[in-house]
């Protein structure tokens, strides 16, 4: 079992900044390919953001690509979001997910290919 815990999030104005985290712990001695994800209300979940187990490989929702910076830090067992040129779409809570895998350069981007989840973390941009 893995247990995952998200923080960071907060209320910012738009064209801020926020770095979410993601502290792993429990059985982290696996490899694990992660990612994030947000929800808005009403709306279904959607991926945002995946990385491989090396860190060599990411995964970036088009709506985020030159705004969004994923990264790990495998000796922390954390992985980061980096967030920046925020707009009120962003609006959403955010979720990181984890699960084992098979090869190093594995990236995951659908909310099936997870089994760990944390528990979420606000993210309100104001206009």
């Known amino acids: 079992q893995v247990q995952l815990v998200e923080s960071g999030g907060g209320l910012v104005q738009a064209g801020g900044s926020l770095r979410l985290s993601c502290a792993a712990s429990?059985?982290?001695?696996?490899?694990?390919?992660m990612g994030w994800f947000r929800q808005a209300p009403g709306k279904e979940r959607q991926s945002v953001a995946a990385?491989?187990?090396?860190?060599?490989?990411?995964y970036y929702a088009d709506s985020v690509k030159g705004r969004f910076t994923i990264s790990r830090d495998n000796a922390k067992n954390t992985v980061y979001l980096q967030m920046n040129s925020l707009k009120p779409e962003d609006t959403a809570v955010y979720y990181c997910?984890?699960?084992?895998?098979?090869?190093?350069?594995?990236?995951?981007?659908?909310?099936?290919?997870?089994?760990?989840w944390g528990q979420g973390t606000q993210v309100t941009v104001s206009s």
């Open positions: 990385i491989s187990w090396s860190g060599g490989r990411t």
């Open positions: 997910a984890a699960t084992e895998a098979s090869l190093p350069t594995l990236v995951v981007v659908t909310t099936v290919g997870y089994n760990y």
């Open positions: 429990g059985r982290t001695f696996a490899p694990y390919a």
